[in-house]
């Protein structure tokens, strides 16, 4: 009996939380989760922009955009030292 008071006594959530970890502990994660509509999209639209950001980062890298960003570079370091 004297162990079911000890459970139920560790079982309760503190008034306060003062450690990080039992804020962690006592936050109501899956109430937001549930009843919040970015954590319904958010998953959805990192799908939708993961490729599009792929394609974007393949353009921007290519060696030809590399070789025109050298050459543009090139000309503004010319006109700024003549």
């Not at 959530?13 to 009843?35: C, D, G, R, S, V």
Request: hydrophobic content about 40%.
């Amino acid at each position: 009996m004297a162990d079911k008071t000890v459970a139920e006594k560790v079982g309760r959530p503190m008034k306060y939380p003062y450690t990080f970890t039992a804020k962690i502990a006592q936050f109501p994660l899956m109430f937001y989760i549930k009843n919040q509509w970015i954590w319904r999209y958010y998953f959805i639209a990192v799908g939708c922009c993961i490729p599009i950001f792929y394609k974007i980062s393949k353009l921007s890298n290519s060696p030809e955009n590399k070789k025109k960003w050298a050459e543009i570079r090139a000309k503004e370091a010319a006109e700024h030292h003549h």
